[in-house]
């Protein structure tokens, strides 16, 4: 230990290049480490590890749009065949015919209510039915035609409902009977 005015200051013993008190010093070839390892990594193993990470991210992402995906299809659908029961429920509440027509530009439905006249129909905008008006990124499609008529007595004149997503067929939905029962089939 020297003293330096009110300082003490001593140095270890081990990274000691002068001589210490009773003549002890670093022999010569003596490293100022004693033996003890430094701890810490590599930049490789860095660089291993930030890219193992990178790759565990980018396989959890692709996976989790998958998944946010097919839910999304899986909720469309299910709104789908809402609106289709509200439609042929209401029709048969009224008394009047009810037909949906889907817009070929954009794959919509728009919704229309028979008027006083036989012949003419009023076209219905609620919330409910602006829902389908521009579904985007699906698109709705009959396998017959471009309208679809409810009657009062529950029937229904076009048997197939089609969704597509990007140009592909993604799901169908099967009007079954008169009481709303409709049968979704998903298309892998």
Known sequence: MRR???ISWSRPPHLSPLPLEGGEGRSEGESYQTGSKTSGLTLIELVTVAALIVILAGLATTRFVESFQARRMDHFVKELVIFLRYVQFKTIEEG?????????DSGGIRGFSQDEKPS????IRTPF?????????FSIGLDQGDEVYFFPDGR????????????QEQASIAVKNRLGVFEVAFHE
């Open 4 to 6: 330096i005015g009110f």
């Open 96 to 104: 009047t015919i009810h037909k949906l027509e889907i817009e070929s």
């Open 120 to 123: 003419k129909f009023r076209e």
């Open 129 to 137: 039915f602006n829902r389908f008006r521009n579904p985007k990124p």
């Open 156 to 167: 229904i004149s076009s048997n197939m409902f089609l969704i597509k997503s990007d140009s």
